[in-house]
Antibody
Framework: EVQLVESGGGLVQPGGSLRLSCAAS????????MTWVRQVPGKGLEWVAN????????YYVDSVKGRFTISRDNARNSLYLQMNSLRVEDTAVYYC????????????WGQGTLVTVSS | EIVLTQSPATLSLSPGERATLSCRAS??????LAWYQQKPGQAPRLLIS???NRATGIPARFSGSGSGTDFTLTISSLEPEDFVVYYC?????????FGGGTKVEIK
């Protein structure tokens, strides 16, 4: 069974940093694209970032470029999102999702972790 | 950036009725469109990939169609658990984008 468990969310002040983690199990992590998607409570979904199987390609939504970094550790079956220079508008539930081998459709999702940016 | 416009924003129907949800892309995305369902308090769940491929475990009452710029998610006969929110997502171009969602509510 595919399992994705996010951690690392919490309350942080504007300008601060946070690192999200996603522990993956139940599948061969190293052969899939992985992604972060966020959702402001009560609002729609927003794609944040994607990373290729070997980490050689990463993609970001414009609003986080230069502030967020997606990475992965295939030996630890883990996905990360380093978030710096956080803004109030980054407040959201952050979901980790597993994409396909050759597709960035989000086949499996974690339950999400809430990030609140507030003073 | 490819903009996905979902309509209607809210769809009011009764159990047993047929639901037709629309997703329109601002430019051609071939068949690179997925549909997700999200229940309150839960993560989204993939329903349909590449416009018309039902995901594993998804009931046959859910079907997808379309290509280019116009796509449709059809629920042939609404069950009580189907009255939730649905999103489309394109994977044709970076950045990936989602539609704004359609809420299916009980009439």
């Amino acid at each position: 069974e595919v399992q994705l468990v996010e951690s690392g969310g919490g309350l942080v002040q504007p300008g601060g940093s946070l690192r999200l983690s996603c522990a993956a199990s139940g599948f061969k992590f190293s052969i899939y694209w992985m992604t972060w998607v966020r959702q402001v409570p009560g609002k729609g979904l927003e794609w944040v970032a994607n990373i290729k199987q070997d980490g050689s390609e990463t993609y970001y939504v414009d609003s986080v470029k230069g502030r967020f970094t997606i990475s992965r550790d295939n030996a630890r079956n883990s996905l990360y999102l380093q978030m710096n220079s956080l803004r109030v508008e980054d407040t959201a539930v952050y979901y980790c999702a597993r994409d396909g081998v050759d597709s960035v459709t989000k086949y499996h999702w974690g339950q999400g972790t809430l990030v609140t940016v507030s003073s | 950036e490819i903009v996905l416009t979902q309509s209607p924003a809210t769809l009011s129907l009764s159990p047993g009725e047929r639901a037709t949800l629309s997703c329109r892309a601002s430019q051609s995305i071939s068949h690179y469109l997925a549909w997700y369902q999200q229940k309150p308090g839960q993560a989204p769940r993939l329903l349909i990939s590449d416009a018309s491929n039902r995901a594993t475990g998804i009931p046959a009452r859910f079907s997808g169609s379309g290509s280019g710029t116009d796509f449709t998610l059809t629920i042939s006969s609404l069950e009580p658990e189907d009255f939730v929110v649905y999103y489309c997502q394109q994977r044709s171009n970076w950045p990936l984008t989602f539609g704004g969602g359609t809420k299916v509510e009980i009439k």
